[in-house]
C-alpha cells in the first residue's frame, strides 16, 4: 500500500463540513518528511492566502493519522478516503497502461 499512497503529488478534493456547507480543500505532497512515512498537506483551496489545515500522514501499512487541530473527524476521514480511492484509481490507470 505505502507505494502506491504517494502517486498525488496535488489535488482538490470537495468535503462536507459538519454544519452542511461544503468546502474545497487543496491537498499537496509534502516532501520534506522521512522515507517511511507519506505526508499531505491540507490548505483551502481558491483563497488568496490560503490557510494551512493541518496534514495527513500515511505509514507503510497504509494506515493514516491526521496532525492537525482544525478539521472534525468526520471531514479527517473524507479526505483520507478521497487520498486512498484517489491513488487506487491513479495506481490502475498506470497499470492498464503498461500492460
Excluded at 8 to 14: L, S
Amino acid at each position: 500500500m505505502m507505494k502506491h499512497i504517494s502517486l498525488i503529488t496535488e489535488t482538490k478534493v470537495w468535503i462536507k463540513r459538519k454544519n452542511g456547507t461544503g468546502e474545497i480543500i487543496h491537498v499537496v505532497l509534502d516532501h520534506s518528511v522521512g522515507s517511511k512515512v507519506i505526508a499531505y498537506n491540507l490548505y483551502n483551496a481558491f483563497d488568496e492566502h490560503s490557510d494551512y489545515l493541518g496534514r495527513i500522514l500515511f505509514d507503510v501499512k497504509g494506515y493514516w493519522i491526521y496532525d492537525g487541530s482544525v478539521m472534525s473527524i468526520d471531514e479527517q476521514e473524507q479526505l483520507a478516503k478521497f487520498i486512498i480511492l484517489h491513488v487506487k484509481k491513479y495506481a490502475e490507470a498506470v497499470s492498464d497502461e503498461l500492460r
